[in-house]
């Protein structure tokens, strides 16, 4: 597993958690598939995949986890075109449809279609450097690696940690050389 994309979290505070008591306490927040009425699901599954079966992968002073997120997809169009074919069907019954039964009916569709859609899903990897104390997520945006920290402190009750931050902006200091 090649990390493409580093988000750096320093911690602020000593990580001291064992492997073993990282496991058992990723365990509560374990991954399970969306049922027929659940958009979205988000869990902790083992990063070497099917080989594995530890929530954690502990290699040279770095522990490793990974979460999976499944997203039921469900297009705004067909949803658009369902709510429309309802809402005609109402109004040909001589009755007019308001914001709320609109939402009401919209939301109706909505879980009639979740259980037929297409299910996606994707993995995040972080993991716990213990000799520089930083939390490393392969993420290319901010939102995604909030995510497994998310996930991350749910199941510890804390994970005191901050973006890295540089003293010098990286943009004005290039532009500078340039200059």
Not at 33 to 40: A, E, K, S, T
Not at 95 to 115: A, H, M
Request: charge should be positive; include cysteine.
């Amino acid at each position: 597993m090649w990390f493409k994309n580093l988000r750096i979290y320093p911690l602020t505070s000593p990580f001291t958690l064992k492997p073993e008591a990282l496991s058992q306490a990723l365990e509560a927040q374990a991954f399970k598939p969306c049922g027929n009425l659940d958009p979205m699901r988000y869990g902790f599954v083992p990063p070497l995949g099917r080989h594995g079966v530890d929530l954690v992968q502990v290699t040279d002073g770095n522990i490793m986890v990974c979460a999976k997120k499944q997203e039921k997809i469900v297009p705004g169009g067909v949803v658009k075109d369902a709510l429309e074919e309802k809402i005609a069907a109402i109004k040909a019954e001589g009755r007019s449809v308001g914001r709320k039964e609109r939402q009401t009916l919209k939301d109706e569709i909505l879980f009639s279609l979740l259980p037929r859609a297409f299910s996606r899903t994707r993995l995040d990897f972080a993991y716990f450097d213990l000799k520089k104390q930083w939390l490393v997520v392969n993420s290319g945006s901010a939102k995604r690696a909030e995510e497994i920290i998310q996930a991350l402190r749910l199941a510890l009750g804390t994970l005191p940690c901050v973006p890295l931050a540089s003293e010098v902006n990286p943009v004005m200091q290039m532009s500078q050389w340039l200059g």
